[in-house]
């Protein structure tokens, strides 16, 4: 199985950025669905988008659509999310994770591995 870990999150003023880091170890994520989630304090997680084994990605959230670019690179085995135009809204605990397969027919529910998440905070 895959294990994963987060890591770039921080604090930053609003309209600032920040780049997340998701490594994976135990196994290549080649083949796997890799996504991005977040959960804000007392609100649901939010699913953000995935991104397919190939690097195409599929937005779950149109708040992030223009602001955050989703990318992986299977030889690093890292997934990566550049956030850019930060918002206090933003502010979450940002995870990662993954399901074997590709993504054609992963839904949100699907994703069996996840990080521990890192905190990413936005101040107005």
């Known amino acids: 199985q895959v294990q994963l870990m987060e890591s770039g999150g921080g604090s930053v003023q609003a309209g600032g950025s920040l780049r997340l880091s998701c490594a994976a170890s135990?196994?290549?994520?080649?083949?796997?669905?890799m996504a991005w989630f977040r959960q804000a304090p007392e609100k649901e997680r939010e699913a953000l988008a995935m991104?397919?084994?190939?690097?195409?990605?599929?937005y779950y959230a149109d708040s992030v659509k223009g602001r955050f670019t989703f990318s992986r690179d299977n030889a690093k085995n890292t997934l990566y999310l550049q956030m850019n135009s930060l918002k206090p809204e933003d502010t979450a605990m940002y995870y990662c994770?993954?399901?074997?397969?590709?993504?054609?027919?992963?839904?949100?529910?699907?994703?069996?591995?996840w990080g521990q998440g890192t905190q990413v905070t936005v101040s107005s």
């Open positions: 135990g196994h290549s994520i080649s083949s796997y669905c």
């Open positions: 994770a993954a399901v074997l397969g590709d993504c054609y027919y992963t839904g949100e529910h699907d994703y069996r591995y």
């Open positions: 991104v397919y084994t190939g690097g195409g990605v599929a």
